[in-house]
């Protein structure tokens, strides 16, 4: 079974500074995804940014990028240049690449919040 | 495009009743799955609906049950509900050709066990 563990409940930021949210996961297996989700307030799980486990590339969208340790098994979001749109809940999770749509695997959550 | 869409927002229910929540999918997207969300919690995976059938299940009793439609939308049936079943309910869709891309969220289900 696979499990994601997000070790940093909560995390405060100041607008335009840089945040970097943690995460690890355990599996066996080789080939999955890794995404981070966020969930403001309106409830609504909204993707940041996707990780395929075969590419050695870190992903990044705009402000949004992560770290890819695939033998630690580790996977951190940066937030650079935050701003308070980016106060939500952040979630870490894991798929594995069955070829198929397959279950979301999620860590507990780092609730963060941008102040000014 | 409305996205995925669930109904209804909140419902508030006695212990021992029966709750039907419903999904209707992103336009375009075949698949659907169903996620709870306990206050506090990362969601955790219920099932999954493909063609009309179960295809994953995750580790939730048999009072769990689900159904979809040849439209694709979908439901979740909660029997017996106990106290611990009040949670947020998301509906997760996707396309069975590009399921690995995004898999888009509803605004969920508040449901209350009282």
């Keep these: 079974a696979q499990t994601v563990t997000q070790s940093q409940p909560e995390m405060s930021v100041q607008e335009a500074e840089t945040v970097t949210l943690s995460c690890t996961y355990d599996t066996s297996e080789n080939n999955y995804y890794l995404f981070w989700y966020k969930q403001p307030p309106s409830r609504q799980m909204i993707l940041v940014i996707r990780q395929e486990a075969y590419k050695q590339q870190n992903a990044t969208e705009n402000r949004f990028s992560v770290n890819f340790q695939k033998a630690a098994k580790s996977f951190s979001l940066k937030i650079s240049d935050s701003q308070l749109g980016d106060t939500a809940m952040y979630f870490c999770a894991f798929t594995l690449n069955t070829g198929t749509a397959s279950k979301l695997t999620f860590g507990t959550g780092t609730r963060l919040q941008v102040t000014l | ?114």
Excluded at chain 2, 64 to 75: A, M, R, T, V
């Design chain 2, 1 to 114: 495009d409305a996205g995925v869409t669930q109904s209804p927002t909140h419902l508030i229910k006695t212990r021992g009743q029966q709750v039907t929540l419903r999904c209707s999918p992103k336009s375009g997207h075949d698949t659907v799955s169903w996620y709870q969300q306990a206050l506090g919690q990362g969601p955790q995976f219920i099932f999954q609906y493909y063609e009309e059938e179960e295809r994953q299940r995750g580790n939730f009793p048999d009072r769990f049950s689900g159904h979809q439609f040849p439209n694709y939308s979908s439901e979740l049936n909660v029997n017996a509900l106990l106290l611990g079943d009040s949670a947020l309910y998301l509906c997760a869709s996707s396309t069975e050709s590009d399921w690995n891309t995004e898999a888009f969220f509803g605004q969920g289900t508040r449901l209350t066990v009282v």
